[in-house]
C-alpha cells in the first residue's frame, strides 16, 4: 500500500491562489494513477482532477476546468494540485488518491479507491 499525505491547504481570499502537494510513500507512485477529489460539509465527495502514470494525461471536473491544473513530478513521488481564481465554492477539505488500474478519465468515476490522503482544508472566502 501507498501512504499520501497532503499539504498546502489554508485560508484565501477568493480570486487568490493555492497549490496542493500529496507525497507519497511506501510505493513508488508510478505505478498509479492519481487525483484529487474534494469534499464539502454536507455535500457528497466531488472529483476534482486525476492524472496518468506518466503524467501525459490529464482530466477535469466541470467545475474546475480552466482553474485548477493537476501534474506529478514521480522522481520526487510528489503530485500537485495548482488552484488559482479561487471561488468560496472551492471550500472543501481535498484529498489525494491513487489507484494501479484505472486511467485518469475514468478515476471521476470509480465506485471505490483504496488510497487516500488524510485531507487538507481549503477555504476561500470572499
Known amino acids: 500500500q501507498v501512504q499520501l499525505v497532503e499539504s498546502g491547504g489554508g485560508s484565501v481570499r477568493a480570486g487568490g491562489s493555492l497549490r496542493l502537494s500529496c507525497a507519497a510513500s511506501g510505493r513508488t507512485l508510478t505505478i498509479y494513477t492519481m487525483g484529487w477529489f474534494r469534499q464539502a460539509p454536507g455535500k457528497e465527495r466531488e472529483f476534482v482532477a486525476a492524472i496518468s502514470r506518466s503524467g501525459s494525461s490529464t482530466y477535469y471536473g466541470d467545475s474546475v476546468k480552466g482553474r485548477f491544473t493537476i501534474s506529478r513530478e514521480n522522481a520526487m513521488n510528489t503530485v500537485y494540485l495548482q488552484m488559482i481564481s479561487l471561488k468560496p465554492e472551492d471550500t472543501a477539505v481535498y484529498y489525494c488518491?491513487?489507484?494501479?488500474?484505472?486511467?485518469?478519465?475514468?478515476?471521476?468515476?470509480?465506485?471505490?479507491?483504496?488510497?487516500w490522503g488524510q485531507g487538507t482544508q481549503v477555504t476561500v472566502f470572499s
Open positions: 488518491a491513487a489507484d494501479p488500474q484505472t486511467t485518469a478519465q475514468r478515476m471521476a468515476a470509480l465506485k471505490r479507491i483504496d488510497n
